[in-house]
């Protein structure tokens, strides 16, 4: 049953490294979710342990956001930031700035996915009809998006994992982490206006890239919006309190689905259930390795090598290749999987460093992924070399800067 349940596991992690496996058509959630089947068919794992296995705190703490930021999508919010950030007057360095801002604060509350799906096309649009090259900007938007999602446990959904799974402390999670963030929406903007001076003016656009009729302004439900907005400060103020965080998030939902005007499949259409299914799969996994007994034997050999990833010699580039490799959030839940118990300090280490890595390659972050795959449906190409020429070098500032903060400020040792 050991080979099996590592086959397994090295068969879906290698799915999670490649984004499907070749010849197939499936993707890493149906990956991640045939690897439970597999488990559980050949009774590896009970429904018993497979029922243990699964951090439903975490999913349910993912979920109660992702309506929320449906709520807001739906009220046409995220199609209005694009357009006034797009068609404003302002100098292309300035839209730039504007770009790095406004996704980097959005994403400290809403899921940074989310963020990023919404507004890249019309955004993309809008610069198009200015004459602009949206690369640039369309870089910066990803950048910000998933440094400014470091700042809080709600940001990202392997934030979210990490603060349940720790039992961490909104507020002191955002203490730690939100000048890493700062930092990281920084060396955004300083690579991306270097790297793409030349791409920042105005001018016909390029070959492929063909300008086109302003983009209408886009309708705002005000009552949606408000109702938004509200939830939203009940949720921040819920973090304040004592109350566990997962029944603020799901008294925020529940709230969210009553609607006079708004269908709850309208609502329920706009939740990732695939990213809730492909966390639920790689529990299961990581799950059966740890109970073959092989992580803790690699623990405890790494322990009299001093290479656990408890210190940031280690967690650093631990973070940058796995984020790399096989995603963020797969790296973050096989680190935890082996190493439940990391001090907090660690985990707000492994946070910032896994979120912030996410913006050194296109496969570094779904958040990536999802603004090139609707780039592309709006016309606009970004290439992987595209991508690379400003995130390597954003990405190597953004975690020499946290690595920074968090050894001088004493929350993990080098």
């Known amino acids: 049953?050991?080979?099996?349940?590592?086959?397994?596991?090295?068969?879906?992690?290698?799915?999670?490294?490649?984004?499907r496996w070749p010849g197939?058509?499936?993707?890493?959630?149906?990956?991640?979710?045939?690897?439970?089947?597999?488990l559980f068919a050949?009774?590896?794992?009970?429904?018993?342990?497979?029922?243990?296995?699964?951090?439903?705190?975490?999913?349910?703490i993912l979920f109660g956001l992702m309506v929320l930021s449906a709520q807001f999508a739906a009220a046409g919010f995220y199609d209005r930031v694009a357009w006034t950030v797009a068609a404003t007057k302002a100098s292309p360095a300035a839209i730039l700035a504007v770009v790095v801002v406004v996704?980097?604060?959005?994403?400290?509350?809403?899921?940074n996915d989310v963020v990023v799906w919404a507004i890249t096309p019309l955004l993309c649009q809008g610069l198009l009809a200015r004459g602009l090259d949206p690369?640039?900007?369309?870089?910066?938007?990803?950048?910000?998006?998933?440094a400014g999602s470091a700042a809080t446990l709600i940001g990202n959904p392997q934030n979210i994992l990490i603060g349940s799974v720790g039992g961490l402390e909104f507020w002191d999670f955002a203490a730690a982490c939100t000048p890493p963030a700062l930092a990281g929406l920084v060396a955004v903007w300083l690579v991306v206006r270097w790297q793409w001076r030349a791409a920042l003016v105005e001018r016909p656009a390029e070959a492929g890239m063909v300008a086109r009729e302003p983009?209408?302004?886009?309708?705002?439900?005000?009552?949606?919006?408000?109702?938004?907005?509200?939830?939203?400060?009940?949720?921040?103020?819920?973090?304040?309190?004592?109350?566990?965080?997962?029944?603020?998030?799901?008294?925020?939902?529940?709230?969210?689905?009553?609607?006079?005007?708004?269908?709850?499949?309208?609502?329920?259409?706009?939740?990732?259930?695939?990213?809730?299914?492909?966390?639920?799969?790689?529990?299961?996994?990581?799950?059966?390795?740890?109970?073959?007994?092989?992580?803790?034997?690699?623990?405890?050999?790494?322990e009299e090598m001093g290479l656990l990833p408890d210190r940031l010699a280690v967690l650093a580039p631990l973070?940058?290749?796995?984020?790399?490799?096989?995603?963020?959030?797969?790296?973050?839940?096989?680190?935890?999987?082996?190493?439940?118990?990391?001090?907090?300090?660690?985990?707000?280490?492994?946070?910032?460093?896994s979120t912030l890595a996410g913006n050194f390659l296109i496969i570094g972050s779904l958040a990536n992924i999802i603004t090139v795959e609707r780039a592309a449906e709006a016309g606009v190409r970004l290439g992987f070399l595209d991508h690379a020429r400003a995130g390597i070098p954003m990405t190597l500032l953004s975690l020499a800067a946290a690595a920074s903060w968090l050894w001088l400020a004493g929350y993990v040792m080098m």
Request: hydrophobic share 60%; proline share 6%; aromatic share 6%.
């Open 1 to 19: 049953m050991t080979l099996l349940v590592v086959a397994t596991f090295l068969a879906v992690y290698a799915g999670m490294a490649l984004g």
């Open 24 to 38: 197939l058509r499936i993707d890493r959630t149906g990956i991640a979710l045939l690897g439970a089947i597999v």
């Open 42 to 60: 050949t009774e590896v794992v009970s429904p018993e342990r497979v029922l243990a296995a699964i951090d439903f705190p975490t999913l349910v």
């Open 103 to 111: 996704p980097g604060i959005l994403s400290a509350v809403l899921a």
């Open 135 to 146: 690369r640039p900007y369309l870089i910066a938007l990803t950048g910000a998006a998933n």
């Open 215 to 302: 983009v209408a302004r886009p309708p705002v439900a005000r009552g949606a919006m408000v109702k938004a907005l509200f939830w939203t400060a009940v949720l921040l103020a819920g973090f304040t309190t004592p109350i566990p965080h997962i029944s603020t998030v799901l008294v925020v939902a529940g709230a969210l689905l009553v609607s006079r005007r708004m269908a709850t499949r309208q609502l329920l259409g706009l939740v990732d259930w695939h990213l809730l299914v492909l966390f639920g799969g790689l529990f299961v996994v990581t799950a059966a390795l740890a109970d073959t007994g092989l992580p803790a034997i690699a623990i405890a050999r790494l």
């Open 319 to 353: 973070a940058l290749l796995g984020s790399n490799t096989i995603g963020n959030v797969p790296i973050v839940m096989l680190i935890l999987g082996i190493l439940p118990d990391l001090p907090d300090g660690a985990l707000y280490a492994l946070a910032s460093l």
